[in-house]
């Protein structure tokens, strides 16, 4: 089954009603909601999100499960400093998710500032291994990385290391497209970037696709994201990302800039589900 929907709007007065609203008019089967604004960590109570009117009205088309919660930007729970204030609120943004019986948080696994690369990684294991042991049933899903700045997870090696160490099974990988293009990785050369996957034995850890076009060229190490066909990853690649086999039931979001007319997720959807 293709699993298909896009990052929607999460705030008042609706919330959680009014995102999966958006989704369903958009013919998503699947959503990726911020709990607050991704550049801060205020948070609305639980009380505000409107479950009760989703699990009422709208649960039967897209599940809790299939609802995807971005973790914010500003969080680095790989800085050997500061991974004090990432681990508590992604405890707690875990502990929202329960409450709507969500499953998966993607997060940018961070950066390393003014450490080595290894510490950072070093770091990142051992915060991700503390907040699973602090939460229940929600799964970390690592991104895929551009390669920008003082960035880690940018390649699946990297990843690979991390969640090899994580004690947990409740762990994966978000393949975003723009990324691993932007990081090198060539998608348009596509049973080759399928054998990466398959040869570093990482398949079994991606959970969570965002599917994005990029502004940039191959190995770039920019991270802007363009909307399908506008970017320089050829479309039809993209299209066969949605029905490839490989990733039946895996939630692919698109995450695409507005345009003029506002977002356009509904067109790059029926665009995408069209064979």
Request: aromatic share 10%; glycine share 4%.
């Amino acid at each position: 089954m293709i699993k298909i929907g896009s990052h929607v709007s999460f705030k008042k007065p609706d919330y959680l009603y009014g995102a999966i609203k958006e989704s369903i008019k958009n013919n998503a089967n699947c959503a990726m909601i911020y709990l607050g604004a991704p550049q801060t960590t205020l948070r609305t109570q639980v009380t505000n999100y409107k479950l009760f009117e989703y699990l009422r009205d709208q649960q039967e088309i897209i599940k809790p499960e299939d609802i995807i919660v971005h973790a914010p930007y500003i969080t680095n729970p790989a800085n050997p400093e500061k991974y004090d204030f990432a681990n508590d609120f992604l405890i707690k943004e875990i502990e929202r998710m329960n409450y709507i019986g969500a499953k998966y948080l993607v997060l940018h696994p961070g950066s390393y500032t003014k450490f080595s690369k290894q510490e950072a990684l070093n770091q990142l294991i051992n915060s991700v291994n503390y907040i699973l042991k602090n939460t229940k049933d929600v799964e970390i899903i690592l991104e895929t990385m551009s390669g920008k700045g003082t960035e880690i997870g940018v390649t699946f090696d990297e990843l690979k290391y991390v969640l090899e160490n994580v004690k947990s099974d409740r762990k994966g990988i978000c393949i975003d497209t723009c990324h691993v293009w932007d990081a090198g990785y060539n998608l348009e050369k596509y049973d080759e970037f399928i054998n990466i996957l398959k040869e570093k034995d990482v398949l079994k850890y991606v959970k969570v696709i965002h599917l994005n076009d990029s502004k940039n060229p191959l190995n770039s190490h920019k991270d802007r994201h363009a909307n399908i066909g506008q970017g320089y990853i050829n479309k039809e690649i993209l299209k066969k990302i949605v029905h490839d086999p490989l990733f039946d039931n895996i939630p692919i979001i698109l995450e695409t800039p507005w345009t003029e007319e506002g977002p356009i997720y509904d067109k790059e959807i029926e665009y995408l589900l069209k064979k």
